[in-house]
């Protein structure tokens, strides 16, 4: 790092100090000739060249780092970073959230914001593990700053290499040179991937299960692919019982100061832990359940993951949902109606039969229009419940399109054992059951023999029909 004397000189004739020089890269000069052009520096008689060079050099990579003066007061208006907060021992989040943010991933909408966490541990070896997404860059930077001060950072260990987690990386090694990255040997290719040859002898590769000794804590690295790429892995603190969990146990939403999951209420939160469970890791149940059963023999006493609360209390809570939501096995016996309806008759008739659930008992049924919710909560509820009824009219001779765009996400997100009903409308050829039924083929789902055909509009003759396909979802739950 090249720290210096924002008022001392670097270009005498000019009298351009590297304050000013380092002012005018900050408002877009990226070559010598543009210093020259706006400051007059290297103008005169040019010896300065080679220093104006290098400085531009070090401002262009990270390198350079203004000087605070010892005799400088402190002054009550320097602007402070208060967005590190101590979380254990030694262990700090050095995380921020994004609260203007409408989608995650580009797809998923993130009415509550997005979180993107990073730890820093100050042992005797200083160890961040992972970096945050773009969108929350400088704050992440200024805590990492703030808290390191003069030491340097010693590793950073890559959990994933998803951008959300990975786009800072490159920053961060070139802020602090002599940092060594510890990740997967899949991490390894994807830094490559992602950032070009730069950092290859800078990264050091891990095999599963080895530990590493940072001063007060000991570490060990457990591979966990596919939650939710195949480079992931996890890392625990035996000194502090802590699980960097990645991006398991997560959320969707913003960090509102309070940082546990004790601190707030999990059943204002429970719909968005499992919304970004089954859209982010819902297809990867195997390597869900292979990673609780690796870590089962581990003293787990707090989990820091990528997104979302910090756990240290009531784990199991969080813990019987990933066992549940992992093995796709439903919360409750209930029924989500799912329909596609352009002009009102089929969400009619899917109304009926909501109603009919209801009078014979079921609890909760849940009516979700595709046209209308985004795909991802509906997916959410098709979790949560035993059965599913899709409801579509015919269309050009198919699917409507929310409903087969639906059930390619559905299928996509690896949802299976539950029990679907299927009801189509068509007003001259309707085919929409017979092709929800070929898109449901193979997806480990069961369903019903009994269907109901609409022409046009639920009729009275047809309310007996509703009737049985009542009596058979009822029948065939547990
Ligand atoms: Fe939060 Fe798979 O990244």
């Known amino acids: 790092m090249f720290e210096y004397d924002p008022s001392k000189s670097i270009c005498t004739c000019a009298r351009v100090t ?6 005018a890269v900050e408002k877009g000069a990226k070559t010598v000739a543009d210093i020259r052009e706006k400051t007059r520096a290297t103008a005169f008689c040019g010896s300065c060249t080679e220093r104006v060079e290098a400085f531009l050099t070090a401002l262009q990579t990270g390198q350079a780092k203004a000087m605070v003066r010892a005799d400088e007061p402190v002054s009550d208006d320097e602007v402070v970073a208060p967005g590190y907060r101590q979380v254990g021992p030694e262990l700090y989040y050095v995380g921020a959230s994004d609260r203007a943010a409408d989608r995650f991933e580009k797809q998923y909408p993130v009415p509550r914001g997005m979180s993107f966490n990073s730890y820093l541990l100050l042992d005797r070896q200083t160890i961040l593990f992972d970096t945050v997404d773009q969108s929350v860059r400088e704050v992440f930077l200024r805590n990492l700053e703030s808290l390191l001060g003069e030491r340097r950072l010693d590793f950073l260990v890559i959990h994933h290499m998803e951008p959300d987690h990975a786009a800072t990386i490159a920053e961060v090694l070139r802020r602090w040179p002599k940092c060594q990255a510890i990740c997967t040997a899949g991490a390894k290719k994807m830094m490559g991937q992602f950032f070009g040859p730069q950092f290859s002898k800078r990264i050091q590769e891990i095999r599963d299960g080895v530990s590493m000794l940072t001063g007060k804590h000991v570490l060990s690295f457990h591979t966990a692919p596919m939650v939710h790429w195949p480079e992931v892995m996890v890392t625990y603190d035996r000194t502090s019982g802590t699980l960097f969990s990645a991006d398991a146990f997560g959320t969707f939403g913003a960090l509102d100061g309070n940082l546990f999951a004790d601190q707030v209420n999990f059943g ?3 719909e968005e832990y ?73 969400e009619l008739a899917c109304q009926a039969l909501a109603n009919t659930l209801s009078d014979k008992g079921v609890r909760d049924v849940k009516l979700m229009d595709l046209s209308r919710e985004h795909p991802s909560y509906v997916i959410a509820e098709a979790f949560r419940r035993s059965h599913l009824v899709l409801a579509s009219v015919t269309y050009n001779s198919g699917l409507f399109p929310d409903m087969e765009h639906f059930l390619h996400q559905l299928k996509h997100h690896g949802l299976k054992n539950r029990t679907v009903a299927l009801m189509e409308n068509g007003s001259w050829a309707p085919v929409a059951a017979r092709k929800m039924d070929e898109l449901l083929t193979g997806s480990g789902n069961h369903v019903l023999g009994k269907k109901i055909t609409l022409l046009s509009t639920l009729k009275r003759s047809q309310l007996q029909e509703l009737e049985e396909l009542a009596d058979a979802i009822l029948s065939s739950m547990k």
């Open 274 to 346: 499992r919304r970004y469970y089954t859209n982010i890791v819902g297809k990867y149940g195997g390597p869900v359940q292979q990673l609780l059963q690796k870590t089962s023999g581990l003293e787990i006493r707090q989990i820091c993951p990528l997104h979302g609360s910090i756990w240290r209390k009531d784990l199991g809570a969080i813990l019987e949902k990933y066992q549940q939501w992992s093995t796709y096995t439903p919360e409750e016996q209930g029924v989500v109606i799912a329909y596609a309806s352009i002009y009102g008759n089929t």
């Open 18 to 23: 590297y304050g000013d020089m380092a002012e």
């Open 268 to 270: 204002d939160w429970l």
